[in-house]
C-alpha cells in the first residue's frame, strides 16, 4: 500500500473540510465533502490499482471524472452568483457537458482508455467558470471586498491555474505516455501534476478556513 | 529522435508557462482593479462624511445665527414695544382715569408686539428654510437686515425659478448669510445689491458691497477667519463655485454659483 505525497494535502483537505462544516454551510459550499471524499477514494485506490490486480488505472479515473464533474458545477454554480436566466443557461449547459462526458465514457474513448476529452471538456468548463466567477466577484457591488480573505477568490483562483495546467498536460496524456515526453526523467505528468496538486488542496484547505463569516452568503 | 522529442518537451512546456502567465495576469489584473474600487469607495466615503458634516455645521451655524436674531429683535423690537405699552398703562394709573385714546394706543402696542412675536415664532421654525426657496430666504434675510437700518439691501430676482435641491439649499443659504455677516462686520457699506439669477444650468447669486473692499487673496492666505474660507470650501463640496472680487476701496462682490443637480 502506497501514498503519494500529494494525497496528504488531499486528505488534509478533507479534515479542513470537516472541521469547517459549519463555515461551508454558512458559504454554501458543503458539496466540497463528497467531492473531496470522491477524491481521495479515486486517489488511493489510483495509485494502489495493482494490489487490485488491475492492469491500469484508467477506469478508476474515468469514473472519477463522471461522478466528480457534477460536484464541481454545483460548486461553480453556487459561486457565480446566478441569477435569473443565468440559473437556466448555466445548468443546460452543464447537463449537456454531462452527456457528453458520460456518452465518451460509453461509447467513444470506452471506460478503458484514459478519457482525455471529457478531460479537456472539464478543464475548459473550469476555465470558464472560474473566469466568469472570478469577474463577478471584482465587479460585484460590494464595498470592502478583500480578496486576500475572500474565500471564493482562492478557490477559483486555484481552479483557474489548475485547469490551465492540466488541459495541457492531462490532454495530451496518451501522446506524453507513447512518446515518452519527460523532464529531469519523470515523465511530463508525473512532473507536474502532483505539486499542482498539493497546491490545490492546500488552496482549498485555506479557503475553507476563510469562510468564517455566516450570514454573508 | 531525441531532438523532436526536446522540442515537444519545450513546447508543452512553453504553452505551460504562457498559460499560467495568462492566468497569473489576469488574477493580477483583477486584484489591481479591486484595489482601485475599494480606494475609490473610500474616497467616496470620506466624502460623503465631509459633505455631511459640513451640512450639520452650516446648520448649527444658520441655528446660531438665528438665536442672535432673536435675542435682538425681542430685546430691540418687542421689548421695546412692550415698554411703550407699559409707560403707558403707568401714566393711565397715575391719573386714575381710563381714557379711550391712551387705550387705545396700548392696544395697538400689544397688537404690533404679538405680530412681532409671531414673525420671531415663524423664523423659529426648523422646516422654515426646506419650505422656502432660496430667494424667499435670502429675501428674509434682507428685511431683517433692512429692519436694523444699518444698510440698505437691495435684491433683483432673474429667470424661471428652478428648485435647488435642499442640502445644497442649506449650504448655499449658509454662505450668503456669511457674506451679509462680513459685511456688516467688516465693510462699513451703506448699500448692498443682490441679484439671484437662473441660468440654464445652475444658480447665479452676487452680492455686492460699496464698502471698504480688502485683498481678498492676502486675506484668505491669513487663516484669521473661518468665513471666507467656509464659503470656498463649501461651495466646491455642493459641485459649485463661489468667487470673491474686492479691491481696497472699490467694495466687494461675493459670487456663488450652484448647479441644480
Ligand atoms: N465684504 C467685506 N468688506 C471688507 N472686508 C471684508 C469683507 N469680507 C471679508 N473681509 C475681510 O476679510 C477678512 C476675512 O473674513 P472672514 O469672513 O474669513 O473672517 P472673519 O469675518 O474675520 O471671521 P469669521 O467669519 O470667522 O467670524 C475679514 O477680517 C475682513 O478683513
Ligand atoms: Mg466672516
Redesign the interface.
Known sequence: MHIAWFEYFQIACLVVALYCFRRLRACSLLAFIPLLLIVNVTEFTGTNYRLFGWESNYLIYNLYLLASTPFYFYIAGKMLFLTGKETFVFYAVCILCLILISVNFFFIQSPFRFNTYSLILFDIMTIVFSSLSLVRLTIMDQNELNFTREPFFWINSVNLLFGLITLVVLGLHEYILINHIEIAHKTLYNAIVPSVNAIVYAGYSYAFILCRTPGIR | MQDT?DQ??FT??A??II??F???L??VM??Y??NK??QM?KEQQLMKATFEKQLLESKLEIQEQTFDMISQEIHDNVGQILSLAKVQLGIMEQRHIIEGDLVSNVKESISLAMTELRDIAKSLSSERLQLLSLPESIAQEIKRINRSGILKVTASVEGVEKNVPDHQKLIAFRMVQEGFQNIIKHAGASEVKVSIRYLEEWIHISIFDNGTGFNPENELKKREGLGLQNILRRASLIGGKANIISKPGEGTTLEIQIAYA
Do not use: A, D, Q, S
Request: proline share 0%.
Open positions: 522529442r515537444v518537451v508543452i512546456v504553452v505551460i498559460l499560467l495568462l492566468g497569473v489576469f488574477l483583477l486584484f482593479y479591486n474600487k475599494g469607495t
